[in-house]
Nanobody, 121 residues
Framework: QVQLVESGGGLVQAGGSLRLSCAAS????????MGWYRQAPGKQRELVAS???????NVADSVKGRFTISRDNSKNTGYLQMNSLKPEDTAVYYC???????????????WGQGTQVTVSS
């Protein structure tokens, strides 16, 4: 019923920037929150940043000041602007969204397929 499609990953040198996008489609009534998680090889998936429908954001300490999360409610799309990238930011980045689908009886958690971000030193 709902799809999350990420884009914008790739290979970048340390100090560079990337912008990830996450487009939600399907029978969407509302998106309560969107977030970005990442998982590096051999490590657990961790929260990078999240944003509520009202625009309240939460950003992990490890990326604070470098990454910015935003969303365009009219497009059901979320973004993660990543600046001053470091090799330790290398991971698969996953989009997550808490969505109420039509007719909005309950919310559910949805995940994108992931996009690889590789930062070379």
């Amino acid at each position: 019923q709902v799809q999350l499609v990420e884009s914008g990953g790739g290979l970048v040198q340390a100090g560079g920037s990337l912008r990830l996008s996450c487009a939600a489609s399907g029978r969407i009534f509302s998106i309560a929150a969107m977030g970005w998680y990442r998982q590096a090889p051999g490590k657990q998936r961790e929260l990078v940043a999240s944003i509520t429908n009202g625009g309240t954001t939460n950003v992990a300490d490890s990326v604070k000041g470098r990454f910015t999360i935003s969303r365009d409610n009219s497009k059901n799309t979320g973004y993660l602007q990543m600046n001053s990238l470091k090799p330790e930011d290398t991971a698969v980045y996953y989009c997550n969204a808490v969505i109420c689908t039509i007719p909005c009886i309950s919310v559910a958690n949805y995940w994108g397929q992931g996009t690889q971000v590789t930062v070379s030193s």
